[in-house]
């Protein structure tokens, strides 16, 4: 899609500036501007998994997957847990007893739980 925007001298000499400045050019500059600053809109991958790990990712700072290997996650899991308190610690625990029943594969229950 190409779109034309009537700019004024003041602002497309702020926008040739900054692009100066970042080494792009002045369309790139301006595209990636509205691209971080466009609202998301639900599509039918929010159904899908992946995309909502990519989101969760992204809302918390994450390198988003796949970039992400499952040895850095369980290492991140294991220093966020470190600094739980024993009230957190109890509420996971619950938790996972909750979850447990729901989590049985052929009448074998998987052991999911913390090893702390």
């Not at 301006?30 to 992946?50: G, I, M, Q, S, W």
């Not at 294991?78 to 729901?102: F, G, H, Q």
């Amino acid at each position: 899609m190409n779109l034309i925007i009537d700019l004024t001298a003041t602002e497309e000499a702020q926008i040739s500036s900054a692009a100066r400045h970042a080494g792009l050019a002045p369309a790139e500059l301006v595209k990636r501007l509205v691209k971080e600053h466009l609202p998301t809109v639900p599509t039918d991958a929010e159904n899908d998994l992946d995309a909502k790990l990519r989101k969760w990712q992204q809302q918390d700072g994450v390198k988003l997957y796949p970039d992400v290997s499952t040895q850095e996650l369980f290492a991140k899991w294991a220093e966020e847990d470190a600094l739980m308190t024993d009230e957190e610690r109890e509420s996971e625990d619950r938790l996972w007893e909750e979850l447990e029943p729901a989590l049985t594969e052929r009448g074998r229950v998987l052991q999911l739980r913390r090893l702390s």
